[in-house]
């Protein structure tokens, strides 16, 4: 199976797929932050790094996912190739952070790639406040990232509840991290997990299936 975890930076999307790969056994697989060649220029001069950036993520995201085609047991993925797509991508080139023609080209390359994967098999989506990214941020302490502006991120969760609500066509399951604390409170862990069970493999049918 193909798990993945999306949702806005800082939502704690490494730290739950961390937790989950320990309870079941998965294999994570992360996003390439450490030793990205663009990611310190792209928040210095976003619009001058930003085709470099995505280019780069599009090409590592596509090479995680033909790696978790081939494998024979469950991967979970932090943050996925659509997210990269029609969150970041769509947000930059909304900004003017690209020309029409680099944009162009590169959704027909993510076209092309689409035609040889498949939609994950559950996309857990962690939504959250922009206080509650911010606040999450400030405390991991990446200096890279402690230039975001507020206008970025909330145009970032716009376009997640867009992505996510409108345009994703596969199975996803939204948890309202605002409210819990997976990392240190192993309750709200159980609630996650109880409901990734449901969702899976038909268990604690008793378990409502609305967002948390």
Known sequence: MHIAIAGNIGSGKSSLTQLLARHYGWEPRYEAVEGNPYLEDYYRDIHRWSFNLEVYFLKERFRDLIAIAETDHTIIQDRTIFEGVYVFMAN?????????????????????????????????YLRASVPHLVSNIQQRGRDYEQTIQLEYLQNLNARYDDFIYKKYKGRVMTVEKDQLDFIHNPKDLSQIIDRIDAELFGLFSNVPLTPL
Do not use: C, W
């Not at 909304?94 to 080209?105: E, K, S, V």
């Not at 390359?109 to 939609?119: A, D, G, P, R």
């Open 92 to 124: 930059n080139h909304a900004m003017g952070n690209l020309t029409d023609r680099d944009y162009d080209t590169y959704m027909e390359l993510f076209h092309q790639m689409m035609s040889l994967v498949k939609l994950p098999d559950l996309m857990i």
